[in-house]
């Protein structure tokens, strides 16, 4: 019941063994980190969505939360697959069976707006965005396709579908 229920949510879910290997995902992990669930299974999350900016001291607090078993919730920048950086907001817990054995993590996540992202990141002529960990503009279009990547609930009518993701 609870794979279906979590299945069934939009914001992304990550289940982990004890030694924190994916076991299992939702669909709306894979939507925002853009790896299949096959690609993830087996592997740390932090080894596929960490990448050269993520903070070291964030992934170190983490770590030894978790290893002394214990909630973590913080901000962390990953990776998608494509290569292009987003931030979120995260809460792992340790799920624990009667005898008081780890046996998974469960982390809840939902993509939040960058923090050095200010009014000033965005065009006011031609709107384009300042992405501030690759530091260089980026299209108006190039911004929806990745909220929408990352927030499908947002409306998009079907000639602008057509313009965005097939030209």
Request: proline share 7%; with cysteine.
């Amino acid at each position: 019941m609870l794979r279906q229920i979590c299945d069934s949510l939009h914001q992304p879910v990550v289940v982990t063994d004890a030694d924190g290997l994916v076991l299992w995902v939702n669909d709306g992990f894979t939507h925002l980190c853009g790896h299949s669930s096959e690609h993830l299974r087996g592997k740390s999350p932090g080894s596929v969505l960490q990448g050269p900016q993520t903070s070291t001291d964030t992934v170190d607090r983490m770590r030894q939360t978790l290893s002394r078993q214990e909630p973590f919730s913080g901000k962390i920048l990953n990776y998608h697959a494509d290569g292009h950086a987003y931030w979120v907001e995260l809460s792992i817990t340790p799920i624990k069976d009667e005898t008081g054995v780890l046996q998974y993590f469960i982390a809840f996540e939902h993509e939040i707006p960058s923090p050095d992202i200010d009014m000033p990141s965005i065009c006011m002529y031609c709107k384009a965005y300042k992405d501030p960990v690759a530091g260089k503009w980026v299209s108006y279009e190039e911004l929806l396709v990745r909220v929408l990547r990352t927030h499908p609930s947002h409306g998009i009518c079907p000639d602008c579908v057509k313009r965005v993701f097939e030209e």
